[in-house]
């Protein structure tokens, strides 16, 4: 990655992330202002932006093969994930397992840190092939990590409660339907519009989105008790920076570039450094775990990567 390529990327997700945090403090925004103002620039985040963007660079593809690999990487990180953070919190209470585990499972995969990280080492084939792997991520959200936290609370309450619902009109679920529609033009061969013009109005709405996500997030951070460093804390930043990417780098080493394309590894790897998710904190908050334990990862895991790894990683990608 060109130092200029670095900067831009920085930037690009500090900067938004620190204006939102002054906004809140500078114009002392109620609680429910902040979050009537996060759910409307996410909505059409989600609604207008993601499904365009998705659609653009998936139907680039020409390797109907890696629509089939990259999730189940993708399934394979967060799994790992899951059984290092569950056989790991066995001594901690419930909540604070439950959110061990999930904090160690799900990580930033989508393109407003993964994607736009595979985007300027790799370049669009790497944003193609980003939003390939993260079309796991609502099977195993949906269909398996949200019923199990379920499970757990129930058990520990010893009681019945409803199932965790699963809407498909939510507007959440819009780039989803965006992948899919991307899958059917490469999968049926049907080309896409190509104009110059188009595709600069495509990246112009990368940077729209990823500037939304983390206005929003400056728009929720509280500082309060962020730095203080528990074990969990540490366990968590040194099983998301070490363990999982040293057996993923041990697994793709192993697997023949005939199963697996160099290019697809190189997904795969970069993945694996991602720091922490938007949606373990989303998780805290549904099911009432620890919110501040995940805000903290959040953080703490994303200026760790951002400051140390990204330089690192990126080096380590172009040299492989």
């Keep these: 990655m060109h130092n200029v390529n670095f900067i831009f990327i920085e930037s690009l997700i500090v900067l938004p992330f620190l204006i939102g945090y002054f906004i809140r403090y500078r114009f002392q925004l109620t609680e429910i202002e902040i979050k009537r103002f996060s759910e409307r620039i996410l909505s059409f985040n989600l609604i207008f932006l993601e499904p365009i963007i998705i659609i ?24 790992l994930g899951f059984f290092i953070g569950y056989f790991y919190s066995k001594r901690f209470s419930y909540r604070n397992r439950i959110s061990i585990i999930t904090n160690l499972s799900l990580a930033n995969h989508g393109y407003t840190m993964g994607g736009i990280v595979c985007y300027y ?3 669009d084939q790497g944003l193609s092939k980003a939003l390939v792997f993260i079309s796991y991520f609502y099977f195993y959200l949906y269909l398996f990590l949200f019923p199990w936290i379920q499970w757990q609370l129930n058990r520990h309450f010893k009681k019945k409660s409803l199932r965790y619902k699963i809407n498909f009109k939510d507007y959440r679920f819009f780039p989803f339907y965006g992948l899919l529609l991307g899958v059917i033009l490469v999968n049926f061969h049907l080309p896409l519009f190509k104009n110059e013009l188009l595709g600069r109005i495509v990246q112009i709405f990368i940077y729209i989105s990823i500037i939304f996500y983390y206005l929003s997030l400056g728009l929720n951070l509280k500082f309060r008790n962020l730095f203080m460093m528990h074990s969990s804390v540490i366990f968590v930043l040194i099983g998301k920076f070490v363990i999982i990417p040293f057996i993923t780098f041990i697994l793709l080493w192993l697997i023949p570039n005939h199963i697996i394309s160099e290019f697809d590894k190189k997904i795969i790897f970069i993945m ?23 805000v903290q990862i959040f953080v703490l895991s994303s200026v760790i990567f951002l400051i140390f790894l990204l330089p690192i990683l990126s080096f380590i990608i172009e040299w492989l």
């Excluded at 593809?61 to 629509?67: G, T």
């Excluded at 694996?272 to 995940?294: D, E, Q, R």
């Design 272 to 294: 694996s450094f991602m720091p922490g998710a938007v949606y373990s904190i989303v998780s805290s908050v549904i099911f009432n775990l620890n919110t501040k334990f995940s």
């Design 121 to 123: 080492i790799l370049g």
């Design 56 to 79: 653009w660079f998936i139907g680039k593809l020409d390797n109907f093969f890696s629509i089939f690999v990259l999730p189940l990487g993708g399934l394979f990180l967060v799994f």
